[in-house]
């Protein structure tokens, strides 16, 4: 007679523990996939307003919409970086302002050659990135409160250092205001400012994801305390993120030259607000350790989106900003209810 085998009896306490509902079974997709509740809340958007009014999606307007948001995206892969690291940065559009100044009188007004102002711009960004990250670091000072202080302190120096004055862009080389030429793309015409924030992305995204300091910034957001215990040097990431942040705000600054043709000490002062919606609504979490550029990318995106199409619709602008704050209001509360999925 052959021996058979019997499977294991069945556990119904196990059994009764993994059953979960098709809600939390959505919540732990959605934990696992960051940028797939922006992504939704984007497509649905252009086809509510596209229905709404043929005029949206005309491919004037989509190159409209991707020109308006090539700045603040540029601002919000910093942003993210930051946030990545359960920190904040309220300094980011002065120190894009700033930046933007010293490229512009540098080259103006001295002389200098238009790639060696750009260089002096990227100098700028990343020292004021550093003092950030200084004040974080060497002085334990909480994010909000160190940046809210270097936010005045930037913009009291890009007005100091340019007196109130704009710089026009035909008083500047041409190279400071390449940013703002378009170039046709399947019917909608892109700015090189646009590629180069599209740029910034694909490097943020590759460092993020495929290098040991991507991991780390993740795992410091996560957990600090876990991971200095894991040899992490806590403080070395902080400082190369801030450092990182700057650079990518001399980006920005001189996208927002090509943008604008122009230099302005006066502009700048609510992206750095516009910045952090668009990290919120991409799925990045404001405690840190959770997100990714692309979700970033796709809030900048939603937040353009929705102001353009309530602008079609014949809103005031104070609606558009009601509705841009209640995205942020539904963003948060949304990644609240997320970060409690069973693990």
Same mark, same amino acid.
């Given at each position: 007679?052959?021996?058979?085998?019997?499977?294991?009896?069945?556990?119904?306490?196990?059994?009764?523990?993994?059953?979960?509902?098709?809600?939390?079974?959505?919540? /732990?997709? @959605?934990?696992?996939?960051?940028? &797939?509740? !922006?992504? =939704?809340?984007?497509?649905?958007?252009?086809? $509510? #307003?596209?229905?709404?009014?043929?005029?949206?999606?005309?491919?004037?307007?989509?190159?409209?919409?991707?020109?308006?948001?090539?700045?603040?995206?540029?601002?919000?892969?910093?942003?993210?970086?930051?946030?990545?690291?359960?920190?904040?940065?309220?300094?980011?559009?002065?120190?894009?302002?700033?930046?933007?100044?010293?490229?512009a009188q540098v080259a103006s007004g001295s002389g200098v050659p238009a790639a060696?102002?750009?260089?002096?711009?990227?100098?700028?960004?990343?020292?004021?990135?550093?003092?950030? /990250?200084? @004040?974080?670091?060497?002085?334990? &000072?909480? !994010?909000? =409160?160190?940046?809210?202080?270097?936010?005045? $302190? #930037?913009?009291?120096?890009?007005?100091?250092?340019?007196?109130?004055?704009?710089?026009?862009?035909?008083?500047?080389?041409?190279?400071?205001?390449?940013?703002?030429?378009?170039?046709?793309?399947?019917?909608?015409?892109?700015?090189?400012?646009?590629?180069?924030?599209?740029?910034?992305?694909?490097?943020?995204?590759?460092?993020?994801?495929?290098?040991?300091?991507?991991?780390?910034?993740?795992?410091?957001?996560?957990?600090?305390?876990?991971?200095?215990?894991?040899?992490?040097?806590?403080?070395?990431?902080?400082?190369?993120?801030?450092?990182?942040?700057?650079?990518?705000?001399?980006?920005?600054?001189?996208?927002?030259?090509?943008?604008?043709?122009?230099?302005?000490?006066?502009?700048?002062?609510?992206?750095?607000?516009?910045?952090?919606?668009?990290?919120?609504?991409?799925?990045?979490?404001?405690?840190?350790?959770?997100?990714?550029?692309?979700?970033?990318?796709?809030?900048?995106?939603?937040?353009?989106?929705?102001?353009?199409?309530?602008?079609?619709?014949?809103?005031?602008?104070?609606?558009?900003?009601?509705?841009?704050?209640?995205?942020?209001?539904v963003a948060v509360s949304l990644d609240q209810w997320i970060r409690k999925v069973?693990?």
């Amino acid at each position: 007679m052959s021996a058979t085998t019997t499977a294991p009896p069945a556990d119904p306490a196990a059994e009764f523990l993994d059953r979960r509902s098709p809600l939390e079974r959505a919540r /732990g997709v @959605l934990h696992r996939y960051p940028a &797939l509740s !922006p992504a =939704i809340v984007l497509v649905l958007s252009v086809v $509510v #307003f596209g229905m709404l009014n043929e005029r949206f999606l005309a491919p004037a307007n989509l190159s409209l919409i991707t020109q308006q948001v090539a700045v603040v995206g540029t601002l919000a892969v910093a942003q993210t970086l930051i946030i990545l690291t359960a920190g904040i940065d309220l300094s980011v559009g002065s120190v894009m302002v700033l930046s933007s100044m010293v490229v512009a009188q540098v080259a103006s007004g001295s002389g200098v050659p238009a790639a060696l102002a750009l260089l002096i711009g990227l100098a700028t960004g990343v020292a004021c990135g550093g003092l950030n /990250g200084l @004040l974080v670091t060497r002085l334990s &000072l909480p !994010p909000f =409160i160190a940046t809210l202080g270097t936010f005045s $302190v #930037f913009t009291a120096l890009a007005l100091l250092y340019s007196h109130g004055a704009t710089v026009r862009g035909g008083d500047m080389p041409a190279l400071l205001t390449w940013t703002g030429t378009t170039i046709p793309v399947g019917g909608v015409r892109v700015s090189t400012g646009v590629m180069l924030m599209l740029a910034a992305y694909l490097v943020a995204a590759y460092a993020l994801s495929r290098t040991a300091w991507g991991k780390h910034v993740y795992a410091v957001g996560d957990d600090k305390e876990a991971a200095r215990l894991s040899g992490i040097s806590i403080n070395r990431v902080l400082i190369s993120v801030y450092l990182a942040a700057g650079a990518i705000l001399a980006l920005a600054a001189w996208i927002q030259i090509g943008r604008a043709n122009a230099a302005s000490p006066n502009v700048g002062v609510d992206m750095n607000l516009d910045s952090i919606t668009a990290v919120v609504i991409g799925g990045t979490s404001l405690f840190g350790g959770r997100g990714t550029v692309w979700g970033t990318l796709l809030g900048a995106l939603i937040v353009g989106v929705f102001r353009n199409g309530l602008s079609l619709a014949g809103l005031d602008v104070l609606y558009q900003t009601l509705a841009v704050g209640i995205l942020v209001i539904v963003a948060v509360s949304l990644d609240q209810w997320i970060r409690k999925v069973r693990r």
